[in-house]
Nanobody, 123 residues
Framework: VQLQASGGGLVQTGGSLRLSCSAPKRTSSNNGVGWFRRAPGKEREFVAAINWSGTSTNYADAVKGRFTISRNRGSYTVYLQMNSLKPEDTAVYYC?????????????????WGQGTLVTVSS
């Protein structure tokens, strides 16, 4: 299963980026989708997730109020709008398809992963 994450890049502190994750219909249309990130020298951590219908979302405390996850079910794409970016948001961001229709905040709750897209926030 091929997930395509895109939209990363270099941005200054306070800037914005929008990440996109495209997933095949057969693996994502009835499943939750999450975003995780791995900063240099750190373990992968949960960022945000959305359920299959887009009616329920969850965020890590570190990004609440700054990041917004959404999905377009018609195009099988999930977005992560990132505003007010900080240097500590610098990481490789991964999207993943959940095992069920809801979402989880831990990696084992997901069984398909994208290749990651690098976000670098300069101070």
């Amino acid at each position: 299963v091929q997930l395509q994450a895109s939209g990363g890049g270099l941005v200054q502190t306070g800037g914005s980026l929008r990440l996109s994750c495209s997933a095949p219909k057969r693996t994502s249309s009835n499943n939750g989708v999450g975003w995780f990130r791995r900063a240099p020298g750190k373990e992968r951590e949960f960022v945000a997730a959305i359920n299959w219908s887009g009616t329920s979302t969850n965020y890590a405390d570190a990004v609440k109020g700054r990041f917004t996850i959404s999905r377009n079910r018609g195009s099988y794409t999930v977005y992560l709008q990132m505003n007010s970016l900080k240097p500590e948001d610098t990481a490789v961001y991964y999207c993943a398809v959940a095992r069920g229709s809801g979402f989880a905040t831990f990696s084992s709750g997901y069984n398909y992963w994208g290749q990651g897209t690098l976000v670098t926030v300069s101070s």
